[in-house]
């Protein structure tokens, strides 16, 4: 208004008519003009401060650019006298002090190595004079790789070669530091240092699809977690070995495009499915001065598992553990090393099936008469002391109890009296993972950790310190150095300064937690993930995200998972993200978790329903549009949630999920449904398959060609079910993509096809 009639009155004011009545507008005006600018001042005052703006969040930032790279310490190897601990960075390995967290020497620079090599991975010799270094890594599958290894000497600061007639996996020091054993080709090798490198061949019978040595075949490397599969004994004489026999496997046959071939290559592994036939596995140990191999009796029963061996404190004795096909009963075997012959000591047995840790949960105490372990027999996973002898075991007492967990074994300080047991659990609460001590005798526990969140531990070898990793959902890791007397703060390694500015720069909101009472009553817990500027006052579209499986956790207090991120750029967009941890899920106890034995997908996909329904009810919810996703077994959980909840959800997306369970492995399946033959309801009843014909909403299935875990052939049966019900949706397939679905600019076309899906049907 005070623009118009300063262009205005001039032109009206050349009329001497109007001078007079204009010099009293002029000063109407003029107090007019201070009465707007004082209107406007108070009306300034009285407004709400302006947001912060942020910086908005892209998919380029995560996955292109990464801007949101968490730091942590990698490579801790600690010294002999635990008053020092050595990491890997990318100039070299560098040797800490533990009180002050502060360098104190270069044991390695990587560009003053002759030759030239970028380890991606390294480990001590026993008497600290040498580091084996592991370089050029090339995976094979989830833990397997092949990579070249290296020698130094830290006396002479010369850099050899472990070898040079092929590529070697899982290359080991004894533990004196005099050898390296490594497996190459599916034959077990040793290296003598101390003898110029003298290359010993422990088998020679080692061949691709039909005998392995040294190392696990496809399906003992997924589902019992390890790849690696020879054991120095402990005087450094003997190494104990697995050897599979996997002829009798059937293949699985992935098509691999090349854009330089003409025609496509085949790729054919061995792959049990569920119900079909498994390795054949047999134990065995090695001496190395006689250059014996002695086959271990671990019964006339062939189709079994064996889902861990061990040492002992003797070097005469291994501990050998006998699972059947069923997984519900484990045996704990004692060999004699050098005859074979072996013993049964201890059995568990159960009505569902027994969980194998991947880690060490079998701890063999320095008296040579008793061992520690963990299990869930009485409902909580707890530590149990056992006395054994040549013929069997009796239980000395319960170390721990409760209606808690342990979740993970730190370490035992047997120079104490009474020895002091470390480990984390979810006693606190089963989102959070906290550090504890324990007398042996069951007296005394502590909490050591104070911040809240989750907690993994790294001790060392002495006890005297440890290395506190910390993380909860408004704050990424802290690495920590603790004195365990006293459990004094000695200094902080890591606190991630750049990445919390990042984090507040973005406006990244924290998790926030809530609760749902299933129709059962069962309480789950879940998370909310919310954008900057939400309004209760408003109404938000809601993507659920599921993962769901046996012993999985995703509700946990905890920084960043896989996912979060997306997550975030999500909320940034203006929808709401939920995740609820269903039925099946761990650090509840194994009431909980065992739930859905013989039954897959039926109780996990009713508490997802439950959960959206929750959801739906809330105010600031457009119940209307609620929908789902998830990858592997979340692909799954989402296909069925869009399926056997199609008046709930609205849309799903489903990455490499499982469409039945009889395309799936034997381990993982029969350990969850038994054999097919067994249980073929509890196979078919809740497949996404027979359920194809309910699809209501949009549905988006992606997966990779080259997914040697859920197969491709998964989302064929699915399409053809979809198809022949008539049922429209969208499909995408990653060529030679394996299970991750990732490799060069994978990730971003991936996530930016999900989110341009979301967008179009949510």
Not at 143 to 160: E, G, M, P, Q
Request: hydrophobic share 35%; aromatic share 14%.
């Amino acid at each position: 208004m005070p623009s118009i009639f300063l262009v205005t009155l001039p032109i009206i004011s050349h009329n001497l008519y109007f001078k007079n009545i204009m010099k009293k507008l002029s000063h109407f005006f003029i107090l007019l003009g201070l009465l707007w600018v004082s209107l406007q001042t108070i009306q300034a005052q009285s407004k709400p401060a302006v947001a912060t703006t942020h910086t908005p969040l892209t998919l380029e930032d995560i996955y292109t650019k990464r801007v949101f790279v968490e730091k942590t310490v990698q490579g801790i190897n600690w010294t002999k006298n635990g008053q020092y601990y050595t990491s890997l960075d990318a100039e070299g390995i560098v040797k800490y002090d533990i009180v002050t967290g502060k360098a104190v020497e270069n044991l390695a620079v990587f560009a003053s190595l002759s030759p030239k090599i970028q380890p991606d991975d390294y480990a001590l010799s026993a008497d600290e004079k040498k580091i084996l270094f592991t370089t050029n890594t090339e995976p094979i599958y989830r833990r397997s790789f092949r990579a070249d290894y290296y020698v130094y000497d830290l006396t002479t600061k010369t850099l050899k070669p472990l070898t040079t007639e092929g590529r070697q996996s899982y290359a080991t020091f004894s533990p004196d530091g005099s050898q390296v054993a490594f497996v190459r080709e599916n034959n077990l090798f040793v290296v003598d240092i101390n003898k110029g490198f003298a290359l010993t061949q422990i088998t020679s019978n080692g061949k691709f699809n039909s005998i392995i040595n040294g190392s696990t075949d496809w399906v003992y490397e997924e589902e019992l977690g390890f790849a690696q599969a020879f054991f120095w004994s402990p005087d450094s004489k003997k190494i104990a070995f697995y050897q599979f026999d996997e002829s009798k496997v059937k293949e699985y046959n992935m098509q691999v495009w090349d854009d330089k071939q003409l025609y496509p290559v085949d790729y054919r592994f061995k792959y049990p499915k569920a119900g079909e036939a498994n390795s054949v596995v047999n134990i065995f140990t090695y001496d190395l001065a006689s250059k014996q191999t002695m086959q271990m009796d671990i019964g006339k029963e062939t189709d079994i598992y064996i889902p861990r061996i061990k040492w002992t404190n003797s070097p005469e004795t291994l501990a050998i553990r006998r699972m059947n096909r069923l997984q519900n009963k484990l045996e704990i075997l004692h060999a004699n090393a050098n005859t074979g012959k072996s013993k049964v000591i201890f059995t568990e047995k159960s009505d569902t099936y027994v969980d194998v840790e991947y880690a060490d949960d079998l701890i063999y105490l320095r008296n040579g008469k008793q061992f520690m372990m963990t299990s869930e027999a009485e409902g909580y996973k707890h530590f149990y002391l056992y006395e054994f002898s040549a013929d069997t075991s009796r239980l000395v007492k319960k170390v721990t109890d409760g209606k808690w967990e342990v979740a993970e074994f730190v370490g035992i300080n047997e120079s104490a009296t009474p020895a002091v047991v470390y480990f984390t659990s979810t006693e606190h609460s089963p989102l959070e993972r906290h550090f504890y001590s324990i007398d042996i005798e069951g007296k005394g526990k502590a909490r050591l950790s104070v911040e809240k969140g989750t907690h993994t531990v790294n001790m060392s070898p002495d006890f005297s310190h440890y290395i506190l990793f910390n993380s909860h959902v408004a704050s990424p890791m802290k690495v920590s150095i603790f004195k365990t007397e006293k459990h004094a703060l000695q200094s902080v390694r890591e606190d991630n300064a750049d990445l919390r500015k990042k984090i507040a720069e973005y406006g990244l909101q924290p998790k926030e937690f809530f609760q749902v009472i299933a129709t059962d009553n069962t309480i789950l817990y879940g998370y909310w993930i919310k954008p900057k500027d939400f309004d209760a006052k408003k109404k938000y579209p809601v993507l659920m995200f599921v993962y769901g499986g046996p012993a999985s956790q995703n509700v946990k207090d905890s920084w960043a998972d896989g996912q979060q991120y997306f997550h975030h750029y999500l909320a940034q967009q203006g929808y709401l993200v939920a995740c609820v941890d269903n039925r099946g899920t761990v650090a509840r106890g194994a009431a909980f978790k065992k739930s859905t034995y013989a039954n897959l997908g039926k109780y996990e996909v009713q508490d997802q329903i439950d959960a959206a329904n929750y959801i739906a009810a809330q105010p600031f919810v457009e119940k209307s549009r609620i929908g789902i996703w998830g990858w592997s077994y979340g692909g799954y959980m989402s296909s069925l949630c869009i399926t056997l909840g199609a008046d709930v959800f609205k849309t799903a997306i489903a990455v490499a999920p499982v469409s039945t369970w009889r395309l799936y492995d034997t381990i993982y399946t029969e350990r969850f449904l038994k054999r097919p033959f067994e249980n073929a309801e509890g196979y078919d009843r809740n497949s996404p398959i027979t359920h194809a014909d309910k699809l209501k909403g949009s549905y988006l299935l992606v997966h990779g060609t080259g997914d040697d875990n859920v197969h491709f052939q998964n989302a064929i049966l699915m399409q053809n079910a979809l198809i022949k019900a008539g049922k429209q949706f969208e499909s995408f397939y990653y060529p030679n993509r394996n299970h991750g679905i990732y490799g060069g600019n994978t990730r971003l076309h991936l996530y930016q096809m999900m989110t341009d899906f979301i967008k179009r049907k949510l």
